[in-house]
């Protein structure tokens, strides 16, 4: 018998792509609201996207078997 398949973790699917060299890529954080008190060079900095902390990778290696 075939092992069955591992469900893939949807909120993380939504949030992490990755990259070609199997690392992971994530949205900054602190972006989302509250922007005008801000400046714009705290918001600017925030744009794009930054790769995932190796700590990290391990648990999302596991929710995204498929990525």
């Known amino acids: 018998m075939a092992k069955q398949k591992i469900k893939t973790h949807r909120g993380a699917a939504k949030r992490f792509k990755r990259t070609k060299g199997g690392k992971f890529l994530r949205s900054k954080a602190f972006k989302q609201h509250l922007l005008s008190s801000k400046t714009t060079k705290r918001r600017r900095a925030l744009r794009g996207t930054t790769t ?16």
């Open 52 to 67: 995932v902390s190796d700590a990290d990778a391990a648990k999302l290696a596991r929710m995204l078997p498929y990525a």
